[in-house]
Every structure is written in structure tokens, then in C-alpha cells.
Nanobody, 124 residues
């Protein structure tokens, strides 16, 4: 069982990146998938989550309207499209999977599966 993120990089403010999260060993559509980020010296922050059981994805206020989470069940992939990036978006971004939406949104320390992270740096 494995989650692998990709798509991070360097971008100027206002730019865009699309992060990918590839799952192997299990079907992502059976799980709630969360995107998290952690900036240097800061606590991990939940950014967005998506589930095949919910009609609408969830987004934290700080990225609302700029980031979009989506999934491709055929490819067993989840994506995070990030537009209008700002320096404060600089962080390592992780995808994570759990069977419980409550765990993903409220108790991420209990999440079962995590990827290794991908660095996003927004610089002027």
C-alpha cells in the first residue's frame, strides 16, 4: 500500500501547479483523501479533502477559490490544482487516505496512509 505525490516545484506568485497523488495497493474511491501541507516551523494544516461519498469537496478557508481537488478513479489518482499561488502557500504538500472523513478532517494524526510529500515553493 503506497501513496506517492508528484508535481511540486518552484513557481512565482500568481502561478499554478497541479499536484498528483497516486495510490497503489488499494482503491482510492473507497477512501477519504486529504491534502495537507506543512511549512517550516509551522504545524501541519489540512488543505482539502475529497470523498466519493460526499457531493462536495472540503476546502480550508485560506485556499478557497484558488485550489481545486479532484479524482480520477480509473487511474486511482487524486489531484490538487493550485492557482494564484502565494508565498504563504510554500510548504511540503502531502496526500493521505483514511476510511473515515472524521479522521481526515479532525484527527489527521490517526490517518492510516500518507505519501512522502512534495515541495511547493512560491518565490518572488
Amino acid at each position: 500500500v503506497q501513496l506517492v505525490e508528484s508535481g511540486g516545484g518552484l513557481v512565482q506568485p500568481g502561478g499554478s501547479l497541479r499536484l498528483s497523488c497516486a495510490a497503489s495497493g488499494f482503491n482510492l474511491d473507497d477512501y477519504v483523501i486529504g491534502w495537507f501541507r506543512q511549512a517550516p516551523g509551522k504545524e501541519r494544516e489540512g488543505v482539502a479533502c475529497i470523498s466519493s461519498h460526499d457531493s462536495e469537496p472540503y476546502y480550508v478557508d485560506s485556499i478557497q477559490g484558488r485550489f481545486t481537488v479532484s479524482s480520477d478513479d480509473d487511474k486511482n489518482m487524486v489531484y490538487l490544482q493550485m492557482n494564484d499561488l502565494k508565498p504563504e502557500d510554500t510548504a511540503v504538500y502531502y496526500c493521505a487516505a483514511d476510511l473515515s472523513a472524521i479522521v481526515v478532517r479532525n484527527a489527521p494524526g490517526r490517518i492510516v496512509y500518507w505519501g512522502q510529500g512534495t515541495q511547493v515553493t512560491v518565490y518572488s
